[in-house]
């Protein structure tokens, strides 16, 4: 089984929002901890105990390939060990990658400016590189995985084309 481990699994505003998230949770835990008594809210504290070290957890998750069997897979990982894997179908003969940009959609349902002036713009936008699998006539295609550097784009390419039978086609230059 050849695998390879990409980038983190949350992109940076889902990562902030965790962080902010298991923040208030262990200060609700602390605060519960220490001003009622040991046998008070058990389940809660416990409750908040999980749920913090289950949001710790999931902010040190990274994204990855994993071949096993000259199978794709995309594989999450956590302190480099593979703890989800799903196959990605073998029908497809092509890999190729797109540009594309990932944004926070934090845009408003009805935008009437002036009754939302005061709010901050918190849409965010990133380019991103999809790797996708194509059918041999480029009518079908499947989403393999997601990245945002470029450099991680191609390691993950060349892995995919050493590892497996697929082909490589260019459609856009994204790497230059």
Not at 65 to 74: A, G, P, R, S
């Amino acid at each position: 089984m050849q695998r390879i481990i990409l980038e983190r699994n949350l992109d940076f505003k889902q990562f902030q929002n965790l962080f902010i998230l298991t923040f208030s949770c262990l200060i609700t835990l602390f605060a519960m901890l220490y001003s009622l008594r040991s046998n008070e809210f058990v389940y809660i504290k416990l409750g908040l105990f999980a749920f913090s070290l289950i949001f710790i957890l999931v902010m040190f998750t990274k994204k990855g390939l994993v071949v096993k069997k000259n199978e794709l897979y995309n594989g999450v990982f956590l302190f480099e060990k593979l703890t989800y894997k799903k196959a990605i179908k073998s029908d497809f003969k092509i890999v190729t990658v797109f540009k594309g940009r990932l944004s926070t959609n934090y845009n408003y349902s009805y935008d009437i400016k002036e009754f939302h002036n005061w709010e901050p713009d918190l849409n965010a936008t990133v380019v991103s590189f999809t790797l996708n699998l194509l059918n041999q006539n480029h009518t079908k295609k499947i989403k393999v995985i997601t990245l945002t550097k470029v450099d991680k784009t191609k390691i993950a390419v060349d892995f995919i084309l050493a590892n497996t039978s697929l082909k490589f086609e260019i459609f856009n230059p994204v790497f230059n």
